[in-house]
Antibody
Framework: EVQLVESGGGLVQPGGSLRLSCAAS????????MNWVRQAPGKGLDWVSY????????YYADSVKGRFTISRDNAKNSLYLQMNSLRAEDTALYYC??????????WGQGALVTVSS | QSVLAQPPSTSGTPGQRVTISCSGR????????VNWYQQLPGTAPKLLIF???QRPSGVPDRFSASKSGTSASLAISGLQSEDEADYYC???????????FGGGTKLTVL
């Protein structure tokens, strides 16, 4: 069974940093592209970042470019999102998602990030 | 303002057929496939349709979708109370070099 478990969320002040992790199991992690998708409270879905299976191709949404860094460790079956210079508008539930089938075939339960002073 | 346009809400009665539209541009739906997601209250989204009209295993055939030009639509037939959820469309955008979502449609089963 495919499982994606996010961790690392929490309360952080504006301008601060946070690192999210996603532990994957139930599939060959190194074979699949991964994405982070977020959802602000009461709002819709918002794509954040993509990383290919090997980690060589990476994309970011314009809203996080230059502040967030996606990475993966295929030996540890883990996906990461380093978030710097956080803003109030980054407050959201951050989902780790696996591609195939489709763009976001499987979703974790999410990690809540709250940016507030 | 979402890149893909969806109606904010729709409703239907049990057994009825409802459709949800998703309107985009050449750079997204016009050139790429569309995926649809269902988000039940308080849960993570779930893939409903991929590659514009393909259902993952386990998704009932009451759910179907199509794409034409720069628009797509999701159809739910034989509406059931458990279908009450938010529905989102998504596609790759060649101009933005990223994935884009619709704003979501809240389906109410009356």
């Amino acid at each position: 069974e495919v499982q994606l478990v996010e961790s690392g969320g929490g309360l952080v002040q504006p301008g601060g940093s946070l690192r999210l992790s996603c532990a994957a199991s139930g599939f060959t992690f190194s074979s699949f592209e991964m994405n982070w998708v977020r959802q602000a409270p009461g709002k819709g879905l918002d794509w954040v970042s993509y990383i290919s299976s090997s980690g060589t191709t990476i994309y970011y949404a314009d809203s996080v470019k230059g502040r967030f860094t996606i990475s993966r460790d295929n030996a540890k079956n883990s996906l990461y999102l380093q978030m710097n210079s956080l803003r109030a508008e980054d407050t959201a539930l951050y989902y780790c998602t696996r591609g195939s089938p489709g763009i976001f075939g499987y979703w974790g339960q999410g990690a809540l990030v709250t940016v507030s002073s | 303002q979402s890149v893909l346009a969806q109606p904010p809400s729709t409703s239907g009665t049990p057994g009825q057929r409802v459709t949800i539209s998703c309107s985009g541009r050449t750079s997204n739906i016009g050139l790429n496939t569309v995926n649809w997601y269902q988000q039940l209250p308080g849960t993570a989204p779930k893939l409903l349709i991929f590659s514009s009209n393909q259902r993952p295993s386990g998704v009932p055939d009451r759910f179907s979708a199509s794409k034409s030009g720069t628009s797509a639509s999701l159809a739910i037939s034989g509406l059931q109370s458990e279908d009450e959820a938010d529905y989102y469309c998504a596609s790759w955008d060649d101009s933005l070099n990223g994935w884009v979502f619709g704003g979501g449609t809240k389906l109410t089963v009356l």
